[in-house]
Every structure is written in structure tokens, then in C-alpha cells.
């Protein structure tokens, strides 16, 4: 995100109705690195006995929501990383026996990536894994609370992409 990007957002998100600036204690950048960080960690943590990690997860997890038969090229728009990162994890995840490759029909330069039987066979395991870390948070301040935060996450990434 640029700095100015940034330096707006924190602008229009700080100003209250009579046009003082609320003060923050630490940077939202730093809790969010930090839950990030530690989920992360919470994450691959339970994922070793899948020989899996989190970036690998989250394709799985991806592919478990939308579906399977999506190019490679469509999963990095999707997912918001670079072509190196999505590269690698497709192809660790396909020596790991979770994904295949088949070209397009449509376009035979196009690979499509596939779940495979492993994949699905350990499904509702993964989805656990990341439903474990959720409900750490639910436990402690409310399903409502804590589906309010994460709506308010996403109405904030959305002003920083300029969305709303």
C-alpha cells in the first residue's frame, strides 16, 4: 500500500464529526501483523501432520470455497500475490499429491488446477484448522463481537482500495 494511500485512510478513518483527530495508541498495522503472524503460526502448528503449511493451506482452502478447474494465473488475481509465491505453492502442493495440473480446454497454453482425492478426503480437517483460530476469538468476545471486527476489517481494506 503506498503512503499515501495510507496516510488518506488514516486521515478520513481518524476524523471524528467535529473535525478533530482521534488519537491511536499503536498503529493498526501492528496488530494486524501481530494476529498475523500468530495465526500463522497457530496454523502451520496443526497443519505437520499434513506435511502442509499455511500458504499451502490457503489454496486448498480457496479451492474448498470456489471450486476447482481455476487457472493459475486467476488464482494469484484472486488470492493478491505474486506469480513466484502462487508458483511455488501450486507445485509443492501438486509433489504433495493435493493439487493436478490439466491443460484448458479452451486454451491449451492455460493450466487448470485440480484438487485431488487427498485433497478432498482431508477437506473438513483444514477448514477445522482455520475454524479453530476463529473460534479462539469467538470464545472470548462473542460470535456477534467477532463477526463485527471482521466486517470492519473488510470495509477498511475496502477504503484502501478505494472500493467504496
Known amino acids: 500500500m503506498s503512503a499515501i494511500i495510507f496516510i488518506k485512510l488514516v486521515e478520513s478513518a481518524t476524523k471524528l464529526k467535529r473535525g478533530v483527530i482521534m488519537r491511536v495508541s499503536a498503529p493498526i498495522g501492528k496488530w494486524i501483523a501481530k494476529l498475523y503472524k500468530d495465526h500463522d503460526q497457530f496454523v502451520d502448528n496443526l497443519l505437520e501432520d499434513y506435511n502442509l503449511n499455511h500458504s499451502e493451506a490457503n489454496l486448498l482452502i480457496y479451492l474448498y470455497k470456489d471450486g476447482d478447474g481455476i487457472s493459475q494465473n486467476k488464482l494469484k488475481e484472486n488470492l493478491g500475490v505474486d506469480k513466484a509465491t502462487i508458483s511455488r505453492a501450486i507445485y509443492s502442493l501438486i509433489d504433495k499429491n493435493y493439487f493436478k495440473k490439466?491443460?484448458?480446454?479452451?486454451?491449451?497454453?492455460?493450466?487448470?488446477?485440480?484438487?485431488?482425492?487427498?485433497?478432498?478426503?482431508?477437506?473438513?480437517?483444514?477448514?477445522?484448522?482455520?475454524?479453530?483460530?476463529?473460534?479462539?476469538?469467538?470464545?472470548?468476545?462473542?460470535?456477534?463481537?467477532?463477526?463485527?471486527?471482521?466486517?470492519?476489517?473488510?470495509?477498511?481494506?475496502?477504503i484502501v482500495q478505494n472500493k467504496e
Open 102 to 158: 490439466r491443460k484448458s480446454p479452451a486454451d491449451g497454453r492455460v493450466n487448470l488446477i485440480y484438487l485431488t482425492e487427498k485433497a478432498e478426503a482431508v477437506k473438513e480437517e483444514i477448514n477445522d484448522i482455520y475454524q479453530q483460530w476463529f473460534q479462539i476469538f469467538i470464545n472470548k468476545i462473542g460470535e456477534k463481537e467477532a463477526k463485527r471486527v471482521l466486517d470492519n476489517l473488510e470495509k477498511m481494506y475496502e
